[in-house]
């Protein structure tokens, strides 16, 4: 019996303790429970954390990597196309549609543009005409290159539709002629620029809608081929003096006949100079600039390698004042020879009787007034002058515009304007001609 009871014994002592380690794992296993739970809850609440504010870490990551990037100044930012490896396009422009009508015969891309009037005999006298065009539309790209440590590089293309070879008889079909086409390297007060581009030498231009900004009529400078070098300090009162020089290529007649152009002929490049100084006035800008250039042509007269060179040259002189923030004075003056290249000597460089340069002098300038944003207004005018012994009778002698002409904007994209000239062309011992132009336009830039 006592073995019996043991027996009882051991057993209860073993039904109490596996009781007791029953109620041991069931609390820790409700303890994990509770754990999981707790994590689980944690979980649900960083993953709804996370989903809200997912958003807010993307934009600021993106931000940060923006900030990292090079800064682009705002003459290279706007309406700009990001490219990979740091390449960057900006593309700019304008579609242009002009009416014009004029009460006599000009020349000048067939009455598109005016240069000069022919003189008034009795097959052009009175001879009015109406053209409507839109060959000076004009579409251009800036293309900027990953930095090269501290220095920027660039390049730029533009084109317009005024090519020469397009005449009256496929104006609906008008070829593209290229205006500028060059690379630039800039470091913090240097520029190097090698391509086509405008001239150095009187960089003005009048406000008119005329194509030509008065060409043949006071105004000389183009575009050319060249190599140029930009030099420039910075003065007190956040002014600076600059100082530019290019070699360039004189684009002249085939006055020889040689097959060859006489500016490329020469064995030298055509000098280009020019010095400006900058200060702010009136919020604007005032510059005051000299310019000029120097270059030989070789002319074979009698035979070819003949090497007879004649001389093109000239002194410039241009100067902007705003007067006050609504009027702005500008204008330009020269003294010249030989400067057809240039649009100077209206047109004629050298006397290929005499075999001499003509010299020219000539000058414009303008009132520009902008009484409120949507309006802006111009007027102003402008003379060439050639030396009338160096002329053969017939030639142009005197050409001068008077022009005025007013501009209403829709906004900064949109525009629509109309202007009144007078042209008047004076030929040695013979007949003049003038003429009275109507020009309407409208533009819409990108």
């Known amino acids: 019996m006592t073995r019996n009871v043991i027996v009882v014994l051991i057993g209860f002592m073993a039904i109490g303790s596996w009781t007791a380690y029953a109620n041991a794992a069931d609390e820790d296993m409700r303890a994990d429970l509770d754990r999981a739970q707790a994590e689980i809850q944690q979980l649900r609440q960083e993953l709804t954390e996370l989903k809200n504010n997912a958003p807010w870490r993307y934009n600021t990551e993106m ?6 990037l090079p800064v682009a100044a705002k003459d290279e930012a706007g309406g700009s196309l990001m490219l990979p490896a740091g390449w960057r396009i900006q593309p700019y422009g304008y579609f242009k549609f002009d009416m014009i009508y004029d009460d006599s015969a000009v020349n000048g891309a067939n009455g598109d543009y005016i240069v000069s009037v022919k ?18 539309t004009r ?8 930095n090269i440590g501290d220095l920027k590089t660039m390049g730029r293309v533009e084109i317009d539709f005024y090519n020469p070879v397009t005449s009256s008889t496929n104006e609906n079909k008008s070829t593209p002629q290229m205006r500028h086409a060059y690379g630039q390297l800039s470091g913090p007060d240097w520029s190097l620029l090698f391509g086509q581009t405008s001239d150095i030498i009187s960089p003005l231009v009048p406000s008119t809608l005329n194509y030509t900004v008065g060409w043949f009529g006071g105004n000389i400078g183009y575009r050319h081929p060249q190599l140029r070098f930009t030099k420039w300090w910075d003065c007190p009162n956040n002014s600076r003096f600059q100082i530019e020089t290019a070699l360039s290529r004189d684009l002249n007649n085939d006055y020889d006949s040689g097959g060859v152009d006489d500016g490329q002929d020469s064995s030298a490049p055509t000098v280009l100079g020019r010095v400006s100084y900058a200060t702010p006035m009136n919020g604007k800008k005032c510059v005051i600039g000299a310019s000029g250039h120097f270059g030989n042509e070789e002319i074979d007269w009698d035979y070819v390698g003949d090497d007879d060179n004649v001389h093109t040259w000239s002194v410039n002189a241009d100067v902007v004042v705003p007067v006050c923030e609504k009027v702005e004075l500008k204008g ?3 003294w010249a020879e030989n400067c057809n290249s240039y649009f100077g000597g209206i047109g004629q460089g050298v006397n290929t009787t005499t075999q001499d340069e003509i010299e020219t002098i000539g000058a414009w300038a303008q009132v520009g007034y902008k009484p409120c944003e949507d309006w802006a207004l111009n007027t102003g005018g402008g003379f060439d002058d050639p030396i009338d012994s160096d002329l053969n009778d017939g030639n142009k002698s005197l050409n001068y515009f008077i022009f005025t002409n007013a501009n209403y904007l829709f906004s900064k994209y949109l525009s629509t304007g109309i202007e009144f000239t007078y042209w008047r062309t004076d030929y040695k011992n013979s007949n003049d001609g003038d003429d009275f132009r109507v020009q309407h336009s409208w533009i819409l830039k990108f």
């Not at 931000?63 to 990292?68: A, H, I, M, N, Q």
């Not at 005999?121 to 000076?136: G, H």
């Open 119 to 136: 003189p008034e005999n009795s097959t052009t006298r009175a001879d009015d005409s109406f053209s409507f065009t839109a060959r000076q």
């Open 332 to 334: 330009e003056v020269f």
């Open 139 to 146: 579409l251009g790209a800036k293309v900027f290159a990953p």
């Open 63 to 68: 931000k940060d990597l923006v900030k990292e």
